[in-house]
């Protein structure tokens, strides 16, 4: 027996996503789901799907985007025989098979404006017609559509109508990116090394606590797609054994060149600007961090201490040493830098995530600077 899809997941985000999922299966009414490529848009609809009172019946997932503009309708609503050149019988279209169940459409906003008119109809009334006949059909199909653009955007260039992008989004469910979900990413991959385990009859000796520090701080770009090939690339290629950092580390470097090389036709000049500019942001913004950070150590005055949850003590400068600090000679920036993390590493009882708080840096500067110094 083919088991029910589920959402993965412990984080605020994703108990907050399944918490509204839930809500709106027991309803028919339409959603519209936004998230990156690969964030697992589909799994998300096959959840409310099965969790609803259709859930007996069928669900049908249609990609928008990988289907042709020209037959697209035709796909959609169906045709009569003869209706166009190729049609030698009369076929059902999706909407048809989907009666009584749900219907999914992935990458909605790829939608060509012609045939968006006659979705809205479906939309607003469950009526349409095959392509080649006057007769009118009904279908009480559940609609749920997803896509990874700017709808409004699309909307603001005319691209998309109006009217259909406020009917699609009676509820919205945004899906958050994976590099945004925290320990998600280690119960994902335990649940697919469990599945590639079975497939490939693979034993799999586990992760290093380091190589699953990496995992939670590699960005994952391609999303839980991505992490769900990587698993797999690692059980079969390193036939199981046990994944330590280094081995990661080669298997990510790989897999980015590899990426790096391949040409992709719907790669535009502007997307490669937008990539660069976003990276010159991070990299400011964590040059800001970097800069506020030395300005407290450097400041004589007493900082009022930072009170993390659990932490046993603040971190903040010692009485005791506060006037003999006036006759030593000055350090120099890294070294105050140095001592600032080790103490505050000590603070957090080596907690990295409580530490970079208390410093006021992100995690991903402070490992940056556990490496620099060697700590």
């Not at 030698?88 to 999706?94: C, D, E, L, P, T």
């Not at 609609?143 to 699309?154: E, G, L, R």
């Not at 699953?212 to 701080?217: A, K, N, V």
């Not at 990276?279 to 930072?306: D, F, W």
Request: net charge neutral; hydrophobic share 40%; with cysteine.
């Amino acid at each position: 027996m083919k088991r029910k899809p589920e959402i993965i997941g412990q984080s605020l985000l994703i108990s907050q996503l399944k918490q509204l999922a839930l809500q709106v299966a027991e309803t028919d009414i339409t959603v519209l789901i936004i998230g990156e490529t690969g964030s697992g848009k589909e799994v998300l609809a096959r959840f409310i799907h099965n969790n609803s009172l259709r859930a007996d019946k069928s669900f049908i997932p249609v990609n928008c985007g990988a289907i042709p503009a020209g037959i697209l309708e035709s796909e959609l609503f169906g045709h009569e025989k003869g209706a166009f050149t190729g049609a030698i019988q009369s076929r059902k279209g999706y909407f048809e098979t989907a009666d009584r169940g749900t219907i999914f459409l992935d990458e909605i906003g790829e939608m060509p404006l012609e045939t968006q008119v006659k979705f809205l109809r479906v939309i607003e009334t469950g009526e349409f017609q095959r392509v080649g006949a006057s007769e009118t059909i009904y279908s009480d199909a559940r609609i749920i559509a997803a896509t990874n653009k700017n709808m409004y955007q699309a909307v603001a260039e005319k691209n998309f109508r109006e009217d259909l992008f406020y009917r699609l989004r009676s509820v919205e469910l945004q899906i958050p990116p994976l590099r945004e979900r925290g320990r998600d990413i280690l119960l994902l991959a335990e649940n697919f090394v469990h599945e590639f385990e079975q497939k490939h009859k693979i034993v799999f000796e586990g992760f290093s606590p380091d190589a699953g520090e990496m995992l939670m701080r590699y960005p994952w770009p391609g999303n839980v797609r991505e992490l769900r090939n990587l698993i797999e690339s690692l059980l079969v290629l390193e036939k199981g054994k046990y994944i330590t950092p280094e081995i990661l580390e080669k298997h990510l470097v790989q897999r980015n060149r590899y990426k790096s090389l391949v040409h992709d036709p719907a790669r535009s000049e502007k997307n490669e600007l937008q990539v660069i500019y976003s990276n010159i942001i991070q990299l400011r913004q964590e040059v800001s961090e970097i800069r506020l950070m030395l300005q407290h150590l450097v400041q004589t005055k007493p900082v009022t201490p930072l009170l993390l949850p659990d932490a046993p003590a603040a971190i903040q400068p010692s009485s005791e040493n506060s006037h003999e600090n006036e006759t030593q000679p000055i350090r120099s920036l890294d070294d105050i830098e140095k001592k600032s993390i080790t103490e505050a590493l000590e603070t957090c009882q080596g907690n990295k995530r409580k530490t970079a708080l208390a410093l006021g840096i992100t995690e991903r500067t402070l490992y940056r600077k556990l490496k620099a110094y060697g700590l």
